[in-house]
C-alpha cells in the first residue's frame, strides 16, 4: 500500500488485525531505551509512517536505505495521534552508506540543487513535485472541461516566436564531426521559445487549442525567475477579443488554484508553514477576488507618481522592471494584476494592433505578488496586411513566416490567447523563491550537469 492511502484513511482504515507492507526510504531513526522508531516515505505524503519496533530491531537500518517494512496498524500516542505500525518484520532492501548526501538536517537550496539526483527524497522537493503533478492533471482537467484540444507543437522549429533572437540553435553531432555547418539537414533550426505560432494553425481549425510543452530561451538571465528551459501552457482561441482573452486567463488560473487549496492541502500547509507564512492567504485572496485589469498608460502614471520607485525611474514606453512590478502588485494589495495595451513598439510582430490607436497592441501581462510577470499574451494580428508590414518593418525572413501569412489569407478570424510560465505558476503556489527549485532537474546559464 500507499502510506497516503494509509494517511488518509485514519481511524477508519485501521483494521489492527491485518497485516500491511509498506515499501519506501528510511526518513528518521530514534533509538530510546526500551522502543525505538523509524520514518518510512514512499514520497506519497509529506509525513512518511512511523514504524515502532523493540529497542534493536533498526540497528542496521541507516538513515537513506531502502525497506519494506510490515505489521499491524495503529492509532499512536501523544496530543495529535497519527496512525502507526507496529512492526513485526523488517527487510533491508537497499543500504545506505553513512555519507548519504542528504542528510536529515537543514540544507541549502544551493546545495540540494548539487544534488538533484538526490533532492526529491526530501521534504521541500517531495512536497513541490506532488504539485507539480497536481497542478499538471489541473491544467489538462480544465482545458478537457472546457472544449479545448491538446495540440503538440514541434520542439524543432524554423521561426522566432518572439522575435528576441535568444533561441539555441539544433546542431547535429554528424554535421559537428564532418565540419560542415551546423543545421538541420541544410536548414538552420532551433529549439522553439513558444508553441504560439504553430498552435494558431490548430486555433483555425479547431477553435480552441492548448499546448503544454517545454520551452528554450538562451536569454543570459541569471536571475530566481528565468531558466533555459522552462514548460509553458498556451491556450489559443479563435473568434475572442482582449475581454475574452482576459476572462479565460483568469478563470483557468483560479480554477488551477482553487483545486490546488483542496487536493494538495496537506502538501501547501507543508510550505506555508516552511518556506512562506502569506502563502495560503495569498492564494486564498487570489481566487476570492477579481483580478485588477490596469492600462499600460495607467500604470506608467502610476509609477512615475510613486515616491518608493528609487532605482529605475520609468518612461512611456518603457518596459516593467522588477522593482516596478512589485509597486504595482503590492499598490493594489498584493493581488493579481493585468496590465493591458502596451506600445507595439516594444512587444513581438504577431501581436494586433490597436483600432484606436496604432501604436498600441491589444495585449496582456499579468502581474502576481512574489513572482512578477506569471503570464503573457495577445489577440493575434488576424489582417494580412498589417501583420506583413511587422515582419518587414522588423528585418524578419519573410519566407520563413509564408506559412503564418496564408493563416491570414485562408479565413482569417480573431484570435488570440497566452501563454503560462508553468514553473513561475509553481513558484507562486509554493512560496519557493528560487525558480531552480521548482523543475526536477533545471538547466540554467552554466548548469546542465546531466
Ligand atoms: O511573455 P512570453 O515570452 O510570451 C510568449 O512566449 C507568448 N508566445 C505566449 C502566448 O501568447 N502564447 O512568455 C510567457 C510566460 C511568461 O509570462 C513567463 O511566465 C514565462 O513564460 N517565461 C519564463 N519562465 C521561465 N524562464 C524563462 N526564461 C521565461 N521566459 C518566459
Ligand atoms: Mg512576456
Given at each position: 500500500v500507499r502510506i497516503s492511502d494509509i494517511r488518509k484513511s485514519g481511524d477508519a482504515g485501521i483494521d489492527s488485525n491485518k497485516i500491511h507492507k509498506v515499501k519506501g526510504w528510511v526518513r528518521n531513526i530514534r533509538i530510546q531505551k526500551n522502543v525505538s522508531f523509524i520514518e518510512v516515505n514512499d514520497g506519497s505524503s509529506v509525513q512518511g509512517l512511523q514504524i515502532v519496533g523493540d529497542k534493536d530491531t533498526f540497528s542496521n537500518i541507516k538513515h537513506g536505505s531502502a525497506v519494506e517494512a510490515e505489521g499491524n496498524l495503529m492509532k499512536g500516542e501523544g496530543k495529535n495521534p497519527q496512525v502507526e505500525m507496529q512492526l513485526k518484520n523488517i527487510k533491508l532492501i537497499g543500504d545506505c552508506p553513512n555519507e548519504f548526501p542528504l542528510q536529515p538536517k537543514h540544507h541549502t537550496f544551493e546545495f540540494l540543487r548539487e544534488i538533484a539526483h538526490l533532492r526529491s527524497r526530501g521534504n521541500t522537493a517531495g512536497a513541490l513535485f506532488r504539485m507539480r503533478n497536481e497542478s499538471t492533471q489541473l491544467i489538462h482537467q480544465y482545458f478537457n472541461k472546457n472544449g479545448f484540444i491538446n495540440v503538440h507543437t514541434p520542439i524543432i522549429t524554423a521561426s522566432d516566436c518572439e522575435g528576441g533572437g535568444e533561441q539555441f540553435q539544433v546542431v547535429s553531432t554528424l554535421d559537428n564531426k564532418s565540419n560542415k555547418q551546423p543545421h538541420f539537414f541544410g536548414e538552420p533550426a532551433y529549439l522553439t521559445v513558444s508553441g504560439q505560432l504553430e498552435a494558431e494553425i490548430f486555433a483555425s481549425s479547431h477553435s480552441r487549442v492548448y499546448t503544454f510543452g517545454p520551452t528554450f530561451r538562451a536569454e543570459k538571465s541569471n536571475t530566481p525567475r528565468h531558466l533555459s528551459e522552462f514548460w509553458m501552457i498556451e491556450p489559443e482561441i479563435a473568434f475572442i477579443d482582449l475581454n475574452d482573452n482576459l476572462d479565460i486567463a483568469e478563470d483557468f488560473l483560479k480554477y488551477v488554484i482553487n483545486n490546488l487549496l483542496i487536493n494538495c492541502k496537506d502538501d501547501i500547509e507543508f510550505f506555508n508553514k516552511?518556506?512562506?507564512?502569506?502563502l495560503i492567504e495569498r492564494l486564498k485572496k487570489t481566487v476570492d477576488n477579481k483580478f485588477i485589469r490596469l492600462e499600460y498608460k495607467d500604470a506608467i502614471n502610476l509609477l512615475k507618481e510613486s515616491k518608493e520607485i528609487t532605482q529605475n525611474s520609468i518612461e512611456m514606453g518603457d518596459d516593467l522592471q522588477r522593482e516596478h512590478e512589485k509597486y504595482i502588485t503590492q499598490h493594489f494589495g498584493n493581488v493579481p494584476v493585468f496590465i493591458i495595451n502596451w506600445p507595439k513598439s516594444i512587444k513581438p510582430f504577431y501581436m494586433r494592433q490597436d483600432d484606436s490607436n496604432p501604436n498600441v497592441v491589444s495585449n496582456m501581462d499579468l502581474l502576481v505578488p512574489e513572482v512578477g510577470e506569471l503570464i503573457g499574451g495577445s489577440i493575434r494580428e488576424e489582417r494580412y496586411d498589417i501583420l506583413l508590414k511587422n515582419i518587414q518593418d522588423l528585418g524578419m525572413d519573410q519566407k520563413t513566416y509564408e506559412w503564418y501569412l496564408d493563416l491570414r489569407k485562408y479565413g482569417s478570424v480573431p484570435h488570440g490567447g497566452f501563454g503560462l510560465g508553468f514553473e513561475r505558476f509553481l513558484q507562486y503556489v509554493t512560496g519557493l523563491q528560487n525558480i531552480r527549485d521548482v523543475i526536477p532537474i533545471p538547466r540554467y546559464q552554466n548548469y546542465c550537469k546531466f
Open positions: 516552511r518556506i512562506d507564512t502569506g
